[in-house]
């Protein structure tokens, strides 16, 4: 599944991947994408699925079987089962916080990331490590997955869909947006611009 977070929220295939083709495409896909299955494209247009196709291609993932025409409005129309990832706001996550509902919190931020700032009791399990860490949580518990932008907590959780996780959210801007809204303390990592897929930046 290769389209925006939100709209990945809004309706997918059931047991699809969740990764943005405005995120670091090809290095998440590398990390996610089993090198032994067919992989089938869901993307807004076709130039995206072309798009998507050299960036597979480039971290030798070479099984696609094409791409979905007319996209999930299409699969949809067919009468085809969909899922939903509820995407959550920075301001549902602060009063979950502070009302102390009982959830679980995974950051799927890099551990660099993590130590750098996170919300209190979150648990940090990054995102290419969630495949197998999965296990550690407990698929009957309402599951909070933030980032640093919704990115690739979007991506986590549709693994913990993927796992039988019944009770999943994603939260819409990560902890940018958290900490943006005046709730979570700074982040200078999650401040950093993210580049076009494939690019590698290099800090001085």
């Known amino acids: 599944m290769i389209c925006c977070y939100e709209a990945f929220g809004g309706r997918h295939i059931p047991g699809a991947y969740s990764i943005d083709l405005n995120s670091n495409f090809a290095t998440f896909s590398g990390w996610l994408l089993p090198s032994d299955k067919d992989i089938l494209l869901v993307t807004d247009t076709q130039t995206n ?3 998507a196709v050299v960036w597979l291609h480039r971290v030798g993932l070479d099984r696609i079987v094409g791409f979905l025409d007319g996209g999930m409005h299409s699969w949809s129309m067919k009468g085809l089962p969909t899922e939903h990832l509820c995407q959550i706001s920075s301001l549902e996550l602060d009063n979950m916080v502070r009302d102390d ?11 660099s990331e993590f130590n750098g700032g996170h919300i209190q009791n979150a ?21 909070v ?9 979007s991506m986590g959780a549709s693994i913990l869909q993927q796992k039988g996780f019944s009770d999943v959210h994603n939260v819409s801007g990560g902890m940018t947006g958290y900490n943006a809204a005046g709730f979570g303390p700074d982040c200078p990592l999650c401040a950093l611009p993210w580049l076009p897929s494939g690019k590698v930046r290099k800090d001085s």
Request: glycine fraction near 4%.
């Open 49 to 51: 699925a072309s798009e």
């Open 145 to 153: 997955v933030i980032c640093g932008s919704g990115q690739r907590s």
């Open 101 to 111: 509902e009982d959830f679980i919190l995974v950051d799927v931020r890099a551990v």
């Open 123 to 143: 648990i940090n399990i990054p995102v290419h490590e969630l495949r197998d860490s999965y296990n550690e949580l407990d698929p009957d518990a309402k599951t």
